[in-house]
Nanobody, 120 residues
Framework: QVQLVESGGGLVQPGGSLRLSCAAS????????MGWYRQVPGKQRELVAT???????NYVDSVKGRFTISRDNAKNTVNLQMNSLKPEDTALYYC??????????????WGQGTQVTVSS
């Protein structure tokens, strides 16, 4: 089995910064894409940013220039540096990883979510 554990959420004022981290562990053979998604009550979960194993990046337009995704393939971690935060960034943020397990084949795994609240 594969587990994703997120950390780094919290309360921050508008214009502030937060850094989210996610560590994957378990019976991992290979990790393909990793990414961050977010969800607010009553809305669908949306993609925030993704990064391939080769380092190719993708961002939703609303966070371009403010958020930076990075990963450490040796440590099976992915981070999201969030700067110039806005109230509309408030959401539950989820880590996602496309993983080939030692047993069980290739599947998409999710973390438990970490809350980010941007408010004065």
């Amino acid at each position: 089995q594969v587990q994703l554990v997120e950390s780094g959420g919290g309360l921050v004022q508008p214009g502030g910064s937060l850094r989210l981290s996610c560590a994957a562990s378990g019976s991992i053979s290979r990790i393909y894409d990793m990414g961050w998604y977010r969800q607010v009550p009553g809305k669908q979960r949306e993609l925030v940013a993704t990064i391939t194993s080769a380092g190719r990046l993708n961002y939703v337009d609303s966070v371009k220039g403010r958020f930076t995704i990075s990963r450490d393939n040796a440590k099976n971690t992915v981070n999201l540096q969030m700067n110039s935060l806005k109230p509309e960034d408030t959401a539950l943020y989820y880590c996602n990883a496309d993983v080939r397990s030692v047993v069980g084949g290739r599947n998409s795994f999710w973390g438990q979510g970490t809350q980010v609240t941007v408010s004065s």
